[in-house]
Structures are given as C-alpha cells and as structure tokens.
C-alpha cells in the first residue's frame, strides 16, 4: 500500500543501530580481557627490566666467578693427568734398571779398588739397580744385627728402624753431597751421586756381615780400615777427578770420606754387644766383685776410761 497513512514497515530497510546483540557484547568482552593481559605482560616487562637493571652487576660477577672456577678445575685436571702420567709411565724409570746381572757383579768389584786417576773425570755408572739391591742387604745385616743383640725398640719396629736407616743414609747423605758437589763445582749429577754412593755401601755390607757373626773387636777395626777404607777411597777418587781446585776438593772428598767411615762405626756400635766386651775389657775375666769389709774397730779398756774420767772430775 503507498498512502498517506500506510502502516506497513519495512523491515529490510531497518538500520539496527539502537543497541548490541549477544555477539558484540562477547567480542566486547574478548577485547578487554586481551587489552588487560596486554597491559599485565607490559607491567611483567617493565619490573624485569628494572631487577636486570638491579641485579646485573651481581649476574655478571656470578658468570665470571664461574668461569674462573671452571678454568681452574680444568688447569688442575690438566696438571693431576699429567702428573699421574708421569709416574704410571713405566718407561721413564726402565734405562735406571735395565742392566745385566755381569755388569752389577764388575760394578761391585769396581768399588773395592780405587783408581788414582785425577786428570781425567772417571766414569760413573748412572744405574740404581745395584745400589738399590746393595741398600736391601744392608737393611737385612742390619735387621739380623738387631736380633742377635737382642736390640729393643721403644716406638716402632726392627724392620722400620733397619730400613728408615739405611735409606735414610743412603737418600740423605747423597743429596747433600750433591749440593755440596753443586757448591763445589763438581761436575756429577744426582743419579750418578746415588749410584756411587749406594756401590760404595758394598764394603759396609761385607764388613758387618762378618762382625756380626764373629765377635772380634780387633776383627772389626780391621775390617773397617781395610774393606771400608777401600770402598771410601774409590768414592773419593772419582770425586777428585771431577772437582777442580784444592780447596773444594779437600772439603767434598772430606766430608764424604768422614760420614761413610762413621755410619759404618755408628752400625757396629748401635745394634750390637759391645757392654759386655767393654766390660771384660776393663775389669778382666779373673777379676772377682768388689765386696764391702766391715772395718775392725780397737778395743779400749776400762783402766784408761777411768783414768780420764778422774782427770776431767778434778779438773771441774
């Protein structure tokens, strides 16, 4: 109908901007809520960017303190691997050792004849089988010593007091004579200090052997002029032959000579039966025990007590 008063309306036509329907109203909510996570994560970013600002001076020496820590374990790990590597290589210690059993036998009959021969520096044998093997017997005289002089130790054991001392001497006595060898300028090396030192031990060992089992001072003194002298004398002219100048000769040779000749006395002396022989020497065999006499006191008599006690009456 198209009059003037038609009341048909036209739906098509209708703008619908009055109001929302449900799915604005959804959208309109999604929006919010994404526009509030917005605004939290940007709030999340602000409070971390000032804790970085805050703290970074403390991360930083964090990661630093851990990076020194981790190169240090690494330089230790290196240095313990090397070092175990060191001493697990077998080969290192083979050339010491790697000698025949004819050698050590000429060796041993070497350091019982001295060679007098200065001009020319002699030559030293620079292995530590024989001397090493020599120091063992020495421990095991010295230990059958020990038992046979019914030798009694307070703190330890015989076997760690034999063994303690002989390679106490022989460590001891040729490290100091190599640094005094250095002092000296003496043209002989540690393993070759060991080695002629630990020979020069052979007349020690024969010398002790024999005494031990036969128990003659005047047998002993003998020895230790004759075997140990000899075995002295050989260290000492090879150390002659590589020292240069008088003086230096004189203190080497001589402070070698003096501390093998007493450790050999100071073996005789400590660990065996020598109070007994002292004894008899002093006192004699036939000698019999001082006893104590009851002295004889003189009988006075009555007639001069009398008298004397008359003398002091009158005169009173």
């Known amino acids: 109908l198209q009059g003037g008063g038609s009341a048909v309306i036209d739906m098509e036509n209708m703008d619908d901007t009055s109001g929302s329907s449900f799915e604005d109203m959804g959208e309109m909510h999604q929006r919010m809520k994404e526009e509030e996570e917005e605004e939290a994560e940007g709030e999340a970013g602000a409070a971390e960017e000032e804790d970085g600002e805050f703290l970074g001076m403390k991360g930083l020496q964090g990661q630093l303190g851990r990076q020194v820590a981790d190169q240090m374990w690494q330089a230790g790990k290196r240095q313990a691997s090397r070092a175990f590597s060191l001493y697990a290589n077998i080969d290192i210690l083979r050339p010491y050792f790697d000698v025949e059993p004819v050698q050590v036998r000429a060796r041993l009959l070497e350091s019982m004849i001295p060679v007098k021969m200065i001009n020319f520096p002699q030559k030293i044998a620079g292995e530590l089988y024989g001397p090493l093997m020599l120091v063992f017997t020495l421990v095991a005289?010295?230990?059958?010593?020990?038992?046979?002089?019914?030798?009694?130790?307070?703190?330890?054991?015989?076997?760690?007091?034999?063994?303690g001392t002989c390679f106490g001497y022989w460590l001891g006595v040729s490290s100091f004579i190599y640094f005094l060898a250095y002092l000296c300028n003496a043209q002989?090396?540690?393993?070759?200090?060991?080695?002629?030192?630990g020979y020069g031990l052979f007349g020690h060992c024969i010398t002790l052997f024999v005494t031990y089992n036969?128990?003659?001072?005047?047998?002993?003194?003998?020895?230790?002029?004759?075997?140990?002298?000899?075995s002295t004398l050989r260290m000492v002219a090879v150390l002659l032959s590589r020292t240069v100048g008088h003086t230096q000769r004189l203190i080497l040779c001589g402070t070698l000579a003096a501390l093998h000749m007493l450790f050999l006395l100071y073996l005789h002396f400590a660990y065996h039966k020598v109070v007994e022989g002292i004894l008899d020497t002093l006192e004699g065999p036939n000698m019999p025990p001082f006893q104590r006499v009851a002295?004889?006191?003189p009988v006075v008599s009555n007639a001069v007590l009398n008298t004397t006690a008359k003398a002091v009456a009158l005169t009173l």
């Open 188 to 197: 002989i090396t540690l393993v070759q200090m060991l080695s002629l030192l």
């Open 295 to 297: 002295r004889d006191i």
């Open 214 to 230: 036969i128990h003659f001072h005047s047998l002993f003194y003998i020895f230790w002029l004759g075997v140990g002298g000899l």
């Open 141 to 163: 005289i010295l230990l059958h010593g020990m038992k046979t002089s019914d030798t009694i130790i307070r703190e330890g054991t015989l076997m760690g007091t034999a063994i």
